[in-house]
């Protein structure tokens, strides 16, 4: 069997920018303290959990219009400009934004695919991913806890996540879900949806927080099933979180859709195998090495890959 690991690009180059300092520079000046922290995350996971392949998901749109039309709220907080040709420009320190394609063209040289699809988010890619992967288990690496939903035991999909930092990720399987939020994975959507995500913009059901909404999932099963039991008064439910759910039907007609990853897209062809590197690629790597100053943190990510093809 093959192992599949799915990195949540994004995320972790936000937490290489914000746990890195921003002393570390190329001989231009330019900061590179998100490059060679993702380039040190690549290597320690490479590492540590032992992948067959690895593909590194991106945000091509990080805030899709699709989801904005059915709650205009989502991600709003985050926008920071919207462009002439009307997409929404994502609020990013300057320090990092360029060194964000520096990021994409060293994994490539690593040979890790960058897999992205117009109009979707990286977490909609992963979803794809995880779903079609048929070859062995699959370990998604995020610090966002919407792709809990994508855990299944039966198929070995687990969520690594950084918890308390890359050093120390947790590994979300059922059992890990159950004894956080007393719900299970395939619930995780209805879950947050309910609860809402003030990070996200979705901003849930009045006075349904997380109990409340586990507990509704337990007695109910999933949304539709809670909405049902609303809407019949001859069942039993607490009168705030039945009136709450009434008056929330717009909201909840089209949360779960923007909550939900989305599973079956028609994504670029790539190989997401780790092969061992050619020379052209060890030759690519320490150019991009010495134009970036990435000093050691590009040979940890070409010792680790090395390890790992031999």
């Not at 920018?17 to 520079?25: A, R, T």
């Amino acid at each position: 069997m093959a192992r599949l690991m799915l990195l949540d690009s994004a995320s972790l180059y936000f937490r290489a920018f914000y746990g890195m300092p921003d002393s570390l520079k190329a001989p231009d000046g330019t900061v590179v303290n998100a490059v060679r922290g993702m380039l040190d995350f690549v290597a320690r996971l490479v590492s540590d959990h032992e992948p067959d392949a690895v593909v590194a998901a991106w945000d091509f749109d990080w805030r899709p219009q699709w989801r904005v039309d059915l709650i205009p709220s989502y991600k709003a907080h985050r926008v920071e400009q919207t462009v002439p040709d009307g997409s929404d420009v994502e609020e990013t320190p300057d320090l990092l934004d360029p060194q964000v394609p520096v990021i994409a063209e060293c994994l490539t040289a690593l040979g890790i695919p960058v897999v992205g699809k117009a109009g979707y988010e990286a977490d909609d890619v992963i979803g794809t991913l995880a779903t079609r992967w048929a070859d062995g288990p699959v370990d998604v690496v995020t610090g966002d806890r919407d792709l809990f939903q994508l855990v299944d035991d039966d198929r070995g999909v687990r969520v690594l996540y950084p918890a308390r930092g890359m050093s120390r990720l947790e590994s979300v399987d059922g059992a890990w879900v159950h004894a956080k939020y007393a719900i299970e994975p395939r619930q995780y959507a209805d879950f947050a949806a309910l609860r809402g995500d003030p990070s996200d913009g979705l901003p849930g059901v009045p006075g349904i927080g997380e109990k409340t909404a586990a507990s509704l999932l337990r007695s109910h099963g999933d949304l539709a099933g809670i909405r049902a039991a609303a809407a019949d008064r001859t069942v039993g439910m607490a009168p705030r979180a039945r009136g709450s759910l009434l008056e929330c039907a717009a909201y909840l007609d089209v949360a779960p859709r923007v909550v939900e990853v989305v599973r079956d897209l028609a994504l670029p062809e790539h190989d997401p195998l780790l092969r061992p590197l050619s020379e052209e690629q060890v030759r690519t790597l320490a150019e991009l090495g010495s134009r970036w100053g990435l000093g050691s943190s590009v040979e940890r990510a070409v010792s680790a890959l090395a390890a790992a093809t031999s």
